[in-house]
């Protein structure tokens, strides 16, 4: 069963600008764009031309991440990273490059492993979301989350989210046929520590199903 | 009860909150009313900034404030003449550039992309200045270092090599390596008045950063509270305060709001150290028979104009091997860098790989089998200092690795051992690095439920500190490990030193095993027994039968002053099997075995992952890893993971952790020698000699990619 939580963006809206919350109370959207050009010019002339376009530009955002479906508002240049960590208070999902290269942020997407850093977050507008966080069943671990404790694959624990989402996926992905796949297929996930073999050893005893 | 809890294999204590997503690292933590800071940085490497256009930014949505050299508020422990001034860059202080990407502006805003958008808009204006950052063109410009012990060795004769029967010449190159924890380096900081402040910042030592925040702000140390209980990964760059960090803190003074400070990946490159470019030259002269006769280790690598980085590349030269003449030079050559800083192994790791390199070169033009050239210069007493060992056990070291690589199947001659099309090669390379212990304090309170807490301002970069500890205080109490907690990371608790120079286990471990004896002590004096006394008492009885709900006690723990007389080393013999493609000059690493003396093991799960971590740490070194510049305007090329390479999954095959593990009688009452640092030194140059045993190349500038090899 899923439920609906309300969320504020953490981002603060209220701290600068009285002038624009009241603006916005009394304009609708359409107005807004209906605005004469000198109207514009005046905005842009007492510096209101980026905060103008800041606002309007955010946009609804309907997530179901770990069965609790979220609704909000944001600009389009926020990833589902950002909105994961910054937005729900989700930071299980970690940040290590920001740029799709290390495999820290990778999260399910309608059971997908994806990485939540490349992934501006409305286009993942009415998706599924599993973070790490959504694993374990209440007190019960994941096996795979288990398995990672018994073979230490971790050291310092930040790519850690990132490898267990990634190692579910592979299981599921039918890509964990020999050891030389296992490592293949998880070699989008860097471990700076050094656990992979830690990390391989957890995978292999998941798919034997020994734990 | 158990007894014995030492040596066990003890899962982590906190491995379910570092599997459910539950560890906080510093930029993670809920603070209210939070705004982002994101910096600027220069695009020149020398010169001033003239002028920052900031107009456009402080306009942009979200804002609060952009902070440059021009407006930023004073830092008082930047100031001239401060009473406790703060080394290295002084960020914001005046408009110098030292560097490329050096930040000259930070902007913060209420949401990160606002902050990272609104950085984008700042525009600067430079007087540029000529700028060096070609270290070979400027190595004849090296300086010996002002700050330490570097002055040039000589032991014997200066360059007995040159006149020996046999010798090697030869000059060895170390790329500039970044540390890249996966954790981006991060500060949160927020101001209560105007004289108190609070940091979760990624720290390998929350005192330390908490002295320095204090002299930073000129504030009184207990006004300072730093939190870093959970760090993802440092190897070194955290065991400084950074600039960036002192920055977030000046940002949340002026926007009276919290401040959440993130470096990016490619920032990581420049603003918080790495492994210098090092040149190094080795001289070995030796008899026929493989004796040493001479060794000459000179070593000339990078810092920064605006502050001296050193380390003991030279050390192991030193002391490693029995010669009588032995003469070695370190000398630092500052370009328009940022400032290098320890990484793992620091220049130990970057002096094994010359030294054992050269030494594999020796025993080919000898004839010798290489484990038998070291065996024929094996020491018993420390030739540097003449002083004996604490404990020495790396003959077992070879032995015992040579045995688990599969050394009887090594072929002398390279390029004659074949598996199908691959050529098959063996390698050695060896390691010591010092055995510390600092002074540590640790608190412990025995609850009546019989449960104990310990806390120390420890830290935890990855290693399992509180896993080991937890298991030293479980041996010491004789209780089971489940009714112990270990709480680290908070500047708080009573005083630790910083994480480095492996030498945590064997400070803080020694205060909580003495802290731990003093709370048996005071309870068997309670329970009217003699203090020393074997016999089991039931602690929680005790308790109950005077009244107490607990009992606490804090206790300070010192080295040993017997350690004056002793060398004290961890040893290690790391061993590599190769298979190298003699038409693509592939490697595939087949096996790494890493055998290693560092004394007892407390916790031999968390160990075997520690060694494991640092032979991957080596093969990035030896294999992938190299910071490129552009000369042109001196900036990296390739501040990312996809053209920086560290090493991933499909790098990795078998590695294999053996341990000696026998106590050292001497460092400190666990026994133990330490294994982070030694855990990397000497996994190059076994990869080097490796992979010369299979093809007859020998690279001497890492990292040892495949187009140096076909």
């Given at each position: 069963?899923?439920?609906?939580?309300?969320?504020?963006?953490?981002?603060?809206?209220?701290?600068?600008?009285?002038?624009?919350?009241?603006?916005?109370?009394?304009?609708?959207?359409?107005?807004?764009?209906?605005?004469?050009?000198?109207?514009?010019?005046?905005?842009?002339?007492?510096?209101?031309?980026?905060?103008?376009?800041?606002?309007?530009?955010?946009?609804?955002?309907?997530?179901?991440?770990?069965?609790?479906?979220?609704?909000?508002?944001?600009?389009?240049?926020?990833?589902?990273?950002?909105?994961?960590?910054?937005?729900?208070?989700?930071?299980?999902?970690?940040?290590?490059?920001?740029?799709?290269?290390?495999?820290?942020?990778?999260?399910?997407?309608?059971?997908?492993?994806?990485?939540?850093?490349?992934?501006?977050?409305?286009?993942?507008?009415?998706?599924?979301?599993?973070?790490?966080?959504?694993?374990?069943?209440?007190?019960?671990?994941?096996?795979?989350?288990?398995?990672?404790?018994?073979?230490?694959?971790?050291?310092?624990?930040?790519?850690?989210?990132?490898?267990?989402?990634?190692?579910?996926?592979?299981?599921?992905?039918?890509?964990?046929?020999?050891?030389?796949?296992?490592?293949?297929?998880?070699?989008?996930?860097?471990?700076?520590?050094?656990?992979?073999?830690?990390?391989?050893?957890?995978?292999?005893?998941?798919?034997?199903?020994?734990? | 009860?158990?007894?014995?809890?030492?040596?066990?294999?003890?899962?982590?204590?906190?491995?379910?909150?570092?599997?459910?997503?539950?560890?906080?690292?510093?930029?993670?933590?809920?603070?209210?009313?939070?705004?982002?800071?994101?910096?600027?940085?220069?695009?020149?490497?020398?010169?001033?900034?003239?002028?920052?256009?900031?107009?456009?930014?402080?306009?942009?949505?979200?804002?609060?404030?952009?902070?440059?050299?021009?407006?930023?508020?004073?830092?008082?422990?930047?100031?001239?003449?401060?009473?406790?001034?703060?080394?290295?860059?002084?960020?914001?202080?005046?408009?110098?550039?030292?560097?490329?990407?050096?930040?000259?502006?930070?902007?913060?805003?209420?949401?990160?992309?606002?902050?990272?958008?609104?950085?984008?808009?700042?525009?600067?204006?430079?007087?540029?200045?000529?700028?060096?950052?070609?270290?070979?063109?400027?190595?004849?410009?090296?300086?010996?270092?002002?700050?330490?012990?570097?002055?040039?060795?000589?032991?014997?004769?200066?360059?007995?090599?040159?006149?020996?029967?046999?010798?090697?010449?030869?000059?060895?190159?170390?790329?500039?390596?970044?540390?890249?924890?996966?954790?981006?380096?991060?500060?949160?900081?927020?101001?209560?008045?105007?004289?108190?402040?609070?940091?979760?910042?990624?720290?390998?030592?929350?005192?330390?950063?908490?002295?320095?925040?204090?002299?930073?702000?000129?504030?009184?140390?207990?006004?300072?509270?730093?939190?870093?209980?959970?760090?993802?990964?440092?190897?070194?760059?955290?065991?400084?305060?950074?600039?960036?960090?002192?920055?977030?803190?000046?940002?949340?003074?002026?926007?009276?709001?919290?401040?959440?400070?993130?470096?990016?990946?490619?920032?990581?490159?420049?603003?918080?150290?790495?492994?210098?470019?090092?040149?190094?030259?080795?001289?070995?002269?030796?008899?026929?028979?493989?004796?040493?006769?001479?060794?000459?280790?000179?070593?000339?690598?990078?810092?920064?104009?605006?502050?001296?980085?050193?380390?003991?590349?030279?050390?192991?030269?030193?002391?490693?091997?029995?010669?009588?003449?032995?003469?070695?030079?370190?000398?630092?050559?500052?370009?328009?860098?940022?400032?290098?800083?320890?990484?793992?192994?620091?220049?130990?790791?970057?002096?094994?790989?010359?030294?054992?390199?050269?030494?594999?070169?020796?025993?080919?033009?000898?004839?010798?089998?290489?484990?038998?050239?070291?065996?024929?210069?094996?020491?018993?007493?420390?030739?540097?200092?003449?002083?004996?060992?604490?404990?020495?056990?790396?003959?077992?070291?070879?032995?015992?690795?040579?045995?688990?690589?599969?050394?009887?199947d090594r072929k002398a001659q390279p390029g004659t051992n074949k598996e199908g099309e691959w050529l098959v090669g063996y390698g050695i390379g060896c390691g010591a690095f010092g055995a510390y212990r600092g002074n540590a304090m640790a608190k412990i309170k025995l609850m009546a439920d019989g449960s104990v807490n310990i806390q120390?301002?420890?830290?935890?970069?990855?290693?399992?500190?509180?896993?080991?500890?937890?298991?030293?205080?479980?041996?010491?109490?004789?209780?089971?490990?489940?009714?112990?907690?270990?709480?680290?990371?908070?500047?708080?608790?009573?005083?630790?030193?910083?994480?480095?120079?492996?030498?945590?286990?064997?400070?803080?471990?020694?205060?909580?095993?003495?802290?731990?004896?003093?709370?048996?002590?005071?309870?068997?004096?309670?329970?009217?027994?003699?203090?020393?006394?074997?016999?089991?008492?039931?602690?929680?009885?005790?308790?109950?039968?005077?009244?107490?709900?607990?009992?606490?006690?804090?206790?300070?723990?010192?080295?040993?002053?017997?350690?004056?007389?002793?060398?004290?080393?961890?040893?290690?013999?790391?061993?590599?099997?190769?298979?190298?493609?003699?038409?693509?000059?592939?490697?595939?690493?087949?096996?790494?075995?890493?055998?290693?003396?560092?004394?007892?093991?407390?916790?031999?799960?968390?160990?075997?992952?520690?060694?494991?971590?640092?032979?991957?740490?080596?093969?990035?070194?030896?294999?992938?890893?190299?910071?490129?510049?552009?000369?042109?305007?001196?900036?990296?090329?390739?501040?990312?993971?996809?053209?920086?390479?560290?090493?991933?999954?499909?790098?990795?095959?078998?590695?294999?952790?053996?341990?000696?593990?026998?106590?050292?009688?001497?460092?400190?009452?666990?026994?133990?020698?330490?294994?982070?640092?030694?855990?990397?030194?000497?996994?190059?140059?076994?990869?080097?000699?490796?992979?010369?045993?299979?093809?007859?190349?020998?690279?001497?500038?890492?990292?040892?990619?495949?187009?140096?090899?076909?």
């Amino acid at each position: 069963m899923s439920t609906t939580k309300p969320c504020t963006p953490t981002d603060g809206e209220d701290n600068s600008n009285g002038t624009r919350r009241d603006f916005l109370k009394q304009t609708s959207l359409l107005t807004a764009i209906a605005l004469t050009p000198g109207t514009v010019v005046k905005a842009a002339e007492n510096q209101w031309d980026e905060k103008l376009a800041g606002v309007f530009e955010k946009q609804a955002l309907h997530l179901e991440v770990n069965g609790v479906k979220h609704e909000l508002m944001v600009e389009p240049r926020v990833t589902l990273l950002e909105v994961l960590r910054e937005y729900l208070d989700l930071t299980g999902t970690k940040k290590g490059c920001d740029r799709g290269q290390c495999g820290a942020c990778t999260v399910h997407v309608n059971g997908v492993r994806v990485n939540s850093c490349l992934s501006l977050a409305l286009t993942n507008d009415g998706k599924k979301i599993t973070t790490i966080e959504g694993l374990a069943k209440e007190e019960e671990l994941h096996p795979m989350q288990e398995a990672f404790i018994k073979h230490d694959g971790f050291q310092c624990g930040y790519c850690t989210s990132g490898q267990i989402m990634s190692a579910v996926a592979l299981l599921k992905e039918g890509h964990s046929g020999s050891e030389t796949e296992i490592r293949e297929f998880m070699s989008g996930n860097i471990c700076r520590c050094g656990a992979y073999p830690n990390i391989v050893k957890a995978i292999q005893e998941v798919k034997g199903g020994m734990v | 009860m158990k007894k014995d809890a030492i040596g066990d294999s003890l899962s982590r204590v906190d491995g379910r909150l570092k599997v459910t997503g539950g560890a906080k690292y510093s930029g993670e933590y809920k603070v209210p009313n939070l705004t982002y800071g994101v910096l600027v940085s220069a695009t020149i490497a020398s010169g001033t900034v003239t002028a920052l256009d900031t107009r456009s930014a402080e306009r942009a949505p979200g804002v609060l404030a952009v902070i440059t050299p021009f407006n930023a508020p004073k830092v008082p422990g930047y100031q001239a003449g401060a009473e406790r001034p703060v080394r290295g860059l002084k960020l914001f202080n005046d408009n110098k550039i030292y560097f490329n990407a050096q930040p000259i502006a930070l902007v913060v805003a209420d949401t990160f992309e606002r902050a990272t958008y609104a950085a984008s808009l700042v525009k600067a204006t430079y007087n540029t200045e000529p700028f060096e950052t070609d270290f070979h063109k400027n190595i004849d410009k090296g300086v010996t270092p002002q700050k330490g012990n570097y002055k040039d060795y000589v032991r014997g004769e200066a360059n007995a090599y040159k006149n020996a029967p046999v010798m090697v010449e030869e000059e060895y190159l170390l790329p500039t390596e970044v540390h890249n924890p996966m954790e981006l380096h991060v500060t949160t900081a927020f101001w209560d008045g105007d004289d108190k402040v609070t940091l979760y910042t990624k720290s390998q030592g929350v005192k330390g950063s908490q002295r320095s925040i204090a002299a930073a702000f000129g504030l009184n140390p207990d006004n300072v509270q730093i939190n870093s209980r959970f760090v993802g990964g440092a190897f070194g760059s955290s065991l400084r305060t950074w600039p960036h960090e002192i920055a977030a803190a000046q940002a949340a003074k002026l926007v009276k709001r919290p401040v959440k400070l993130t470096l990016t990946r490619e920032q990581m490159f420049t603003q918080v150290g790495y492994r210098p470019l090092t040149i190094q030259k080795i001289g070995l002269g030796a008899t026929a028979d493989g004796k040493l006769i001479g060794i000459t280790h000179e070593s000339h690598s990078q810092t920064a104009v605006y502050e001296e980085f050193t380390e003991g590349a030279v050390n192991v030269s030193q002391f490693l091997y029995n010669s009588p003449n032995v003469n070695t030079l370190y000398k630092v050559v500052p370009l328009n860098v940022g400032v290098p800083a320890p990484m793992r192994g620091p220049g130990e790791a970057t002096g094994s790989f010359a030294l054992e390199s050269a030494l594999d070169e020796l025993s080919y033009k000898l004839n010798l089998d290489p484990i038998e050239l070291r065996l024929r210069n094996y020491t018993d007493t420390d030739p540097e200092r003449n002083k004996p060992w604490s404990s020495k056990y790396l003959k077992e070291c070879y032995q015992k690795g040579a045995e688990a690589i599969g050394w009887a199947d090594r072929k002398a001659q390279p390029g004659t051992n074949k598996e199908g099309e691959w050529l098959v090669g063996y390698g050695i390379g060896c390691g010591a690095f010092g055995a510390y212990r600092g002074n540590a304090m640790a608190k412990i309170k025995l609850m009546a439920d019989g449960s104990v807490n310990i806390q120390s301002a420890t830290s935890d970069i990855g290693p399992g500190t509180g896993t080991s500890m937890v298991l030293i205080a479980a041996d010491t109490l004789g209780i089971p490990a489940d009714k112990i907690t270990f709480e680290l990371g908070n500047s708080a608790f009573p005083n630790a030193p910083t994480q480095g120079g492996s030498a945590t286990v064997s400070s803080v471990g020694s205060a909580v095993h003495d802290v731990c004896v003093a709370l048996k002590q005071k309870l068997y004096t309670m329970a009217g027994k003699p203090a020393d006394s074997m016999e089991p008492i039931d602690y929680v009885a005790v308790l109950k039968q005077n009244n107490m709900p607990s009992v606490e006690l804090t206790q300070e723990s010192k080295g040993n002053p017997e350690a004056q007389k002793y060398s004290m080393y961890s040893f290690s013999a790391h061993f590599a099997k190769v298979h190298v493609h003699p038409l693509t000059g592939q490697v595939k690493i087949k096996k790494i075995v890493a055998c290693v003396d560092a004394g007892k093991i407390v916790n031999h799960k968390t160990a075997s992952s520690q060694m494991i971590g640092g032979a991957v740490g080596g093969v990035g070194m030896a294999m992938t890893e190299e910071a490129v510049f552009d000369e042109r305007y001196g900036r990296y090329i390739n501040g990312n993971f996809a053209d920086y390479h560290v090493p991933v999954n499909a790098d990795i095959q078998q590695i294999e952790a053996i341990f000696i593990d026998k106590p050292d009688p001497v460092l400190n009452p666990v026994g133990t020698k330490g294994i982070g640092e030694i855990s990397l030194i000497g996994v190059a140059p076994a990869l080097a000699n490796a992979i010369y045993n299979a093809t007859g190349k020998r690279v001497r500038e890492l990292p040892i990619t495949p187009d140096k090899l076909i």
